[in-house]
């Protein structure tokens, strides 16, 4: 639990560690939810093969494996009976750290209406106080029917502590400036700082005076005035008393009080959203923390990769859908289904699900693009002529591939090209792709010559098992087979992809079975 851990802490300050980082209960359930992270919680100390309700990330340094080893044998007398996990090396280090990097993107997966929102989220206390100052807050949180994830700094007493919130509802915006206020009067009586990381900003600002008292703030008042009389330097922020309501404006779900809730049912979208918990949920995904940007692993962005652009990182196009759908470009608040700018911004996504694997909040921004071009056809009363142009390629390139040396004497021909650039919107320059014999047909006769069965049928053949009959068990001798999903550019465009591919797994004894 998080008050076990915390503890657990003062023993392990002892020691001098160079961090002490934690992440609690909320954190790893919602882990758990993540095709991503759910690995990294698996990797981590477990209470009889179930996830712990907190754990706590003890860093050493040394001069050697065998130093630190010394070190974390030293953690082990200190915390007796509390189950550990070493990780030594560097990529087993990486691994274990991710969870705790993603804590607060993570979150945002949480499902429901309310979400972890930052408004007392940086408080700083003594370590030796921290147990007791979290078990106080806590009683603040549950007393408004609400609770909150705690994470990160523990070492130094500096948790990021967000309640769950529905920032649309009346009675939890309420809570909100409730919160923080008794919240700001809890730090005060702990002698803490209520920005212990990040700096006050507008949020906390106006809670200042609770905690510093009215002589220190008319100073650090006074010394604006003198650096910036005119008050020209960061126009807007907060420097007199204001009432702590002020937390609540610029919120981006309704930045400009132009807001139309988005229905969480789906009965008027294309796809279903019960996994995200509706499709205003799945809008609002992303929480701009900008792990599509990153370079040097995983896939995404690749177009953010190729043009450094954040217009098309993940995040871009996740805020672009947001602000179209909820919206937030006129319109009176109503979606924008057929906003010029938002469209320009989905032409170069991929939709390679990359960001619904990589992605902490499990955005998916191809289903998300998907819903709204979608959405703009119907509202246009038609579907674009390349729209349906590329929705029938399977079918078209079946039939190329099935007289391939007449289709591409035809490809080659400039009035056909221009034909097919105009009704597919392609740029004329671009050389069409040409066919090959079909991949499927191939791996026929490469079955035939070998005596097996063939690339398996669309209709169950005479010899399966029915439905409610055992298969039978396969010899002990029977290779293992491989099912390989060969795209439509794989079957009818560049085959040799598709056979290397059977070769080389056939090379390692595998049996291929080739699908389309």
């Known amino acids: ?15 001098n560690p160079a961090a002490v980082e934690m992440v609690d209960d909320v954190v790893i359930q919602t ?4 095709r991503d992270h759910r690995a990294t919680v698996a990797s981590l100390p477990s209470f009889h093969g179930a996830p712990p309700g907190a754990v706590l990330y003890v860093e050493h340094f040394g001069g050697s494996s065998a130093e630190v080893s010394a070190r974390l044998d030293e953690l082990a007398k200190v915390v007796p009976g509390a189950p550990r996990a070493r990780f030594l090396d560097a990529p087993s280090r990486l691994r274990a ?13 949480i499902p429901g209406e309310r979400k972890p929102i930052t408004f007392v989220e940086d408080t700083a206390v003594d370590p030796s106080r921290l147990r007791e100052f979290v078990h106080a807050f806590r009683a603040i949180v549950e007393k408004h029917g609400t609770r909150a994830a705690y994470w990160a700094h523990a070492s ?99 930045p400009q009080q132009a807001f139309t809730p988005l229905p969480h049912g789906e009965g008027e979208t294309f796809f279903r959203y019960d996994r995200e918990g509706g499709f205003g949920h799945a809008v609002e995904q992303c929480n701009g923390a900008g792990i599509c940007r990153r370079m040097s692993t995983g896939a995404m962005c690749p177009s953010y990769r190729a043009l450094l652009d954040e217009r098309h990182a993940t995040r871009g196009r996740g805020n672009a859908l947001r602000l179209a759908i909820t919206g937030q470009f006129g319109q009176g608040g109503a979606p924008n289904w057929g906003d010029a700018d938002t469209l320009e911004t989905l032409q ?25 071009l979608a959405q703009s056809f119907r509202e246009a009363g038609k579907v674009p002529a390349s729209v349906k142009f590329f929705g029938r390629l399977r079918a078209a390139s079946r039939a190329a591939a099935a007289i391939w040396p007449i289709s591409n004497a035809i490809l080659r021909s400039g009035v056909v090209r221009a034909l097919l650039a105009s009704i597919a919107d392609l740029d004329p320059r671009r050389e069409p792709p040409a066919f090959a014999p079909s991949l499927l047909r191939w791996a026929r006769a490469r079955e035939r010559r070998k005596g097996g069965a063939g690339p398996r049928s669309r209709t169950r053949p005479d010899s399966a098992p029915r439905t409610g009959e055992r298969s039978p068990a396969p010899s002990a001798s029977a290779p293992r087979t491989v099912i390989l999903f060969a795209d439509c550019f794989t079957t009818w465009q560049e085959p040799w992809i598709g056979r290397s591919a059977v070769e080389l797994l056939e090379s390692f004894g595998y049996r291929v079975v080739v699908e389309n």
Not at 1 to 15: G, N, Y
Not at 97 to 106: I, Q, Y
Not at 223 to 235: A, Q, R, T, Y
């Open 31 to 34: 882990a758990l939810l993540n």
């Open 348 to 372: 170069l996504c991929l939709s390679c699900k990359a960001c619904k694997s990589e992605c902490p909040s499990n955005v998916d921004i191809a289903k998300l693009k998907a819903e709204y």
């Open 97 to 109: 750290w991710r969870l705790r990097k993603a804590g607060e993107p993570l979150l945002h997966a």
């Open 1 to 15: 639990s998080v008050d076990a851990a915390l503890e657990a802490l003062l023993p392990i300050l002892a020691l």
């Open 156 to 254: 130094v007493g500096c948790l990021h502590i967000r309640p769950l919130v529905d920032v649309r509802n009346d009675d939890d915006r309420r809570r909100m400036v409730e919160i923080a206020e008794e919240v700001a009067d809890l730090v005060h009586r702990f002698g803490g700082a209520l920005s212990g990381e990040h700096g006050d900003g507008r949020v906390r600002t106006p809670l200042l005076e609770r905690v510093l008292g009215p002589k220190i703030c008319e100073g650090l008042r006074r010394v604006k005035e003198v650096f910036d009389p005119s008050g020209l330097m960061n126009p807007g922020n907060i420097t007199g008393p204001q009432s702590a309501e002020r937390i609540l404006a610029h919120h981006r779900v309704k």
